[in-house]
């Protein structure tokens, strides 16, 4: 049976009152395993409106070049999910740059110290005065909110609640997305997406870096075997920097987020469950690593999640396959502990796009076939540096020589508050220059 054509603009516009009422007669159901099936086309198909996706969404769309956004979620899920904080140097100044800061630039804080506790020490490091840069701390669902605002405000189209099922096409220039459309009657819908390329900016648990056969990529993985408990409790920071404290009972962490919520880490074992952490024991054991001299400041008050992390980190290479580019943690994730997954997902998404242009405003393609030699020394400098900082803050370094890890933990803080270089490079890679 012959399929219909629609422009995803057809589609969307008609989104809230359900494709079927909506589109009525318009299309003609397609004998898809029974589904009824609608066809549409654009330049480029980015699947995932997280960080990565949003970002290359706001540059494609600032060129004219037409870019459709399929997520998986709700928008009500994607706008709240509380994830990353801290925004680098290179990536705020990147967001003003492109008239993207808006929010971040109201409500965003500043921060340039950090603190590490050890054996009764503080070791205060001014990475700011050090790299001559900020972090900005700012809520990363705040972020997706601005940016989902913005791209919306300006006629740009995400189509929430279509989770990608397939994606084909890639190696001939033939690239076609299929998504189910999730409403609410028993017939589901499936959306063929034909477009020049997909952009996956699915996450880790997306489709697209799974939809590139395993003889064209590397998986390349690093388990620590560390567990964090990540926390977010409705307190302000006691301490008004970021904290790292290391102790005999495993890693605490302080990191701001706004004036009434705090995320704290409590390094536990991997396979812990979130129920062996109750409140009463979160807070014992936040107070005992974070004290100095048996005394701490903390506040204690609600926990409005707790989530039981593997301390892990991915990296595929090549980061593209055909007309299939990843980006972010579809391509690579990454230890919290640098916090650096988020920033590192919007400079792919810069890098993506630059290429991308280029190919639709000057029809040099070099940059789309490079984009992966681009990207990967940076994502690899940067897991370099979570992994320096991870073994800084833990004492299981899996060797059994505790004792041993313990003096070497004390020597690189006190290198760190005492040699210029040493600090100078810590401060470069922390924040992002
Ligand atoms: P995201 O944010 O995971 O977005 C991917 C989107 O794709 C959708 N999706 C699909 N859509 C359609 N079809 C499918 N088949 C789909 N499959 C998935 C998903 O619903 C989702 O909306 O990936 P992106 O854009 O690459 O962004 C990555 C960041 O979210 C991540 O790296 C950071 O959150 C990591 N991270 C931190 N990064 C920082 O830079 N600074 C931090 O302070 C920081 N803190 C953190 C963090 C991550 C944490 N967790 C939960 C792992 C703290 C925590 C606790």
Same mark, same amino acid.
């Given at each position: 049976?012959?399929?219909r ?6 589609i969307?516009s008609e989104?809230?009152?359900g494709?079927?009422?909506?589109l009525g007669?318009e ?7 029974g589904e #009824?099936?609608?066809? !549409?086309?654009? +330049?480029v198909a980015?699947?995932?409106?997280g960080? /990565? @996706?949003l ?8 060129e004219?070049i037409d870019?459709?956004v ?5 928008q009500?899920?994607?706008e ?13 100044e990147f967001l003003r740059?492109?008239g993207?800061?808006?929010g971040l630039d109201?409500?965003g804080?500043?921060h340039?110290?950090c603190?590490?506790?050890h054996?009764?020490s503080?070791?205060i490091?001014p990475?700011g005065?050090?790299s001559?840069?900020?972090?900005v701390v700012y809520?990363?669902q705040?972020l997706?909110?601005d940016?989902?605002e913005l791209?919306t405000?300006r006629?740009g189209?995400?189509?929430?609640s279509?989770p990608a099922?397939?994606m084909e096409?890639?190696?001939?220039n033939?690239?076609v997305?299929?998504?189910?459309v999730? #409403?609410?009657?028993d !017939?589901?819908l +499936?959306l063929?997406?034909?477009?020049d390329?997909? /952009? @996956?900016?699915?996450?880790?648990h ?12 590397m ?11 990540a926390?977010?409790?409705?307190v302000p920071s006691s ?5 790292y404290?290391?102790h005999?009972?495993?890693?605490a962490?302080?990191?701001p987020?706004t004036?009434?919520v705090?995320?704290?880490y409590?390094?536990c074992?991997p396979?812990?469950?979130?129920s ?6 979160v ?5 005992k690593?974070?004290a100095?001299?048996g005394?701490?400041?903390l506040i204690?008050?609600p926990i ?7 301390m892990?980190?991915v990296v595929t290479?090549?980061m ?8 972010g943690?579809?391509a690579h994730?990454?230890?919290?502990v640098?916090a650096?997954g ?10 993506l796009?630059r ?8 029809r040099d393609g070099?940059l789309?076939r490079e984009y992966?030699?681009t990207?990967?020394p940076?994502v690899?400098?940067?897991?370099e540096?979570s ?10 370094d899996g060797?059994?020589e505790q ?8 020597a690189?803080?006190?290198?760190l508050?005492?040699?210029n270089a040493y600090?100078?490079l ?8």
């Amino acid at each position: 049976m012959a399929k219909r054509y629609f422009h995803y603009d057809e589609i969307a516009s008609e989104q809230s009152a359900g494709y079927t009422k909506a589109l009525g007669e318009e299309f003609v159901p397609g004998p898809v395993d029974g589904e #009824d099936l609608i066809r !549409s086309r654009t +330049q480029v198909a980015i699947v995932g409106a997280g960080p /990565a @996706g949003l970002v290359l969404a706001l540059l494609l769309q600032h060129e004219g070049i037409d870019c459709v956004v399929v997520e998986r979620q709700t928008q009500a899920y994607v706008e709240t999910r509380a994830r990353a904080g801290f925004i680098e140097h290179r990536v705020v100044e990147f967001l003003r740059q492109h008239g993207l800061s808006e929010g971040l630039d109201l409500r965003g804080v500043p921060h340039t110290t950090c603190e590490f506790r050890h054996g009764g020490s503080q070791y205060i490091v001014p990475y700011g005065d050090l790299s001559g840069g900020a972090h900005v701390v700012y809520p990363q669902q705040f972020l997706v909110r601005d940016l989902l605002e913005l791209f919306t405000s300006r006629g740009g189209k995400v189509l929430f609640s279509h989770p990608a099922v397939k994606m084909e096409g890639m190696e001939d220039n033939r690239a076609v997305v299929t998504c189910v459309v999730q #409403d609410s009657s028993d !017939s589901p819908l +499936q959306l063929e997406l034909e477009c020049d390329f997909v /952009a @996956g900016c699915d996450g880790f648990h997306g489709l697209s870096r799974t939809s590139i056969p395993s003889t064209h990529v590397m998986t390349f993985t690093k388990q620590y075997g560390i567990g964090w408990l990540a926390l977010l409790a409705e307190v302000p920071s006691s301490m008004k920097r970021i904290v790292y404290a290391l102790h005999d009972s495993g890693f605490a962490g302080q990191m701001p987020r706004t004036p009434q919520v705090t995320r704290f880490y409590l390094e536990c074992l991997p396979g812990d469950l979130e129920s062996e952490w109750p409140d009463d024991r979160v807070w014992r054991e936040l107070r005992k690593r974070m004290a100095i001299d048996g005394e701490n400041d903390l506040i204690t008050g609600p926990i409005i999640e707790r989530r039981v992390l593997d301390m892990r980190s991915v990296v595929t290479e090549p980061m593209q396959y055909g007309n299939l580019f990843l980006a972010g943690d579809a391509a690579h994730i990454i230890t919290p502990v640098g916090a650096k997954g988020m920033n590192l997902a919007i400079a792919d998404a810069e890098v993506l796009a630059r290429a991308l242009i280029a190919h639709y405003r000057k029809r040099d393609g070099t940059l789309l076939r490079e984009y992966s030699k681009t990207r990967l020394p940076h994502v690899w400098r940067v897991q370099e540096f979570s992994d320096w900082m991870l073994r800084l803050i833990h004492s299981t370094d899996g060797s059994n020589e505790q004792a041993f890890s313990e003096r070497l933990r004390r020597a690189r803080l006190e290198r760190l508050c005492g040699s210029n270089a040493y600090a100078n490079l810590f401060a470069e890679s922390y924040v992002g220059r």
